[in-house]
C-alpha cells in the first residue's frame, strides 16, 4: 500500500513540477497513455456501455465554482501491447458539462468529449470542450473552447475488479485560447459505472459480470 501511495504522490508531483526532466517523463507518460487509448478505441469494436460522472471544483477571483460532468460512452479491457498478460480499461464517451448557481441549481453550460486509458489505479483522460454561447461565459472567456487532460486516481483494477465500477480523485486541466496556464480544476470524486443491459436480471448485477459476457450488440 504504502509502494501504490507513493506512485500516486509521485504521478501529481509529476504534474504540477515545472522541471525540464519531470516534465519530460510527463510528456513521455502522455504519449503512451493516447497510443494506448488510439489502439484501444480501435479494439473496442463491441463494447460494454459505460456513465461516467464527476463532480468539480474551482476557485477564481475569490470565490468557489462547482462544476459536473456527464457522460456515456464505450468501455472495456483490452491487451497492453507493451506488458504481456496486462489489460488496461479504456472508456471514450461524450455528454454535458453542468454549472451549479447556486446550491441544488444545475445549468448545462457546454458539451464536452473525452477518452480515457486506466490501469492499474489511475486514468489519463484527454478531450474536449465547448461552452454554449446561450449564456455568459462560466470559464474564463478565453476558456469557451479547447482541450482538456489531467491525472484520475483510483480503483486498482489488477486487483481482481469485476469490471462494474471504477472511482476516485483527481485533476484536470481546461486549456482554452490565450490561456496560460490552463485552468486548474479539481475533481472531488469521479466514477465509471458500467450501465446494466436491458433484460440483465437483478441477481447477475448484484453478483457481478465480467466485461466480456456482456457486449452491446453493434
Known amino acids: 500500500m504504502a509502494?501504490?501511495?507513493?506512485?500516486?504522490?509521485?504521478?501529481?508531483?509529476?504534474?504540477w513540477s515545472e522541471n525540464?526532466?519531470?516534465?519530460?517523463?510527463?510528456?513521455?507518460?502522455?504519449?503512451?497513455?493516447t497510443i494506448l487509448l488510439g489502439l484501444?478505441?480501435?479494439?473496442?469494436?463491441?463494447?460494454?456501455?459505460?456513465?461516467?460522472?464527476?463532480?468539480?471544483?474551482?476557485?477564481?477571483?475569490?470565490?468557489?465554482?462547482d462544476l459536473r460532468i456527464t457522460m456515456l460512452g464505450d468501455g472495456g479491457l483490452v491487451e497492453d501491447p507493451d506488458s504481456a498478460g496486462t489489460?488496461?480499461?479504456?472508456?471514450?464517451?461524450?455528454g454535458t458539462l453542468e454549472y451549479q448557481f447556486v446550491p441544488g441549481l444545475w445549468f448545462e453550460i457546454g458539451d464536452l468529449s473525452m477518452g480515457l486509458s486506466?490501469?492499474?489505479?489511475?486514468?489519463?483522460?484527454?478531450?474536449?470542450?465547448?461552452?454554449?454561447?446561450?449564456?455568459?461565459?462560466?470559464?474564463p472567456p478565453s476558456l469557451e473552447s479547447g482541450s482538456v487532460d489531467g491525472v484520475l486516481t483510483g480503483t486498482n483494477i489488477s486487483e481482481g475488479w469485476d469490471g462494474q465500477l471504477l472511482e476516485g480523485t483527481?485533476?484536470?486541466?481546461?486549456?482554452?485560447?490565450?490561456?496560460?496556464?490552463?485552468?486548474?480544476?479539481?475533481?472531488?470524486?469521479?466514477?465509471?459505472?458500467?450501465?446494466?443491459?436491458?433484460?440483465?436480471?437483478l441477481g447477475l448485477i448484484?453478483?457481478?459480470?465480467r466485461l466480456n459476457r456482456r457486449r452491446r450488440t453493434s
Open 40 to 65: 484501444g478505441l480501435t479494439a473496442l469494436a463491441q463494447a460494454d456501455l459505460y456513465e461516467f460522472t464527476a463532480n468539480l471544483s474551482y476557485e477564481q477571483n475569490g470565490s468557489n465554482h
Open 206 to 209: 448484484l453478483g457481478g459480470s
Open 87 to 94: 489489460e488496461v480499461f479504456i472508456f471514450s464517451g461524450s
Open 20 to 33: 525540464p526532466v519531470t516534465m519530460n517523463v510527463m510528456r513521455e507518460m502522455h504519449s503512451r497513455a
Open 170 to 201: 483527481g485533476t484536470l486541466s481546461f486549456a482554452g485560447q490565450g490561456q496560460e496556464p490552463p485552468l486548474q480544476i479539481d475533481v472531488e470524486d469521479w466514477s465509471i459505472a458500467l450501465v446494466p443491459s436491458p433484460g440483465v436480471g
Open 3 to 15: 509502494k501504490c501511495s507513493g506512485l500516486i504522490l509521485w504521478k501529481f508531483t509529476l504534474l
Open 118 to 139: 486506466h490501469w492499474p489505479f489511475f486514468s489519463w483522460p484527454m478531450g474536449n470542450y465547448t461552452q454554449n454561447d446561450t449564456l455568459p461565459p462560466i470559464l
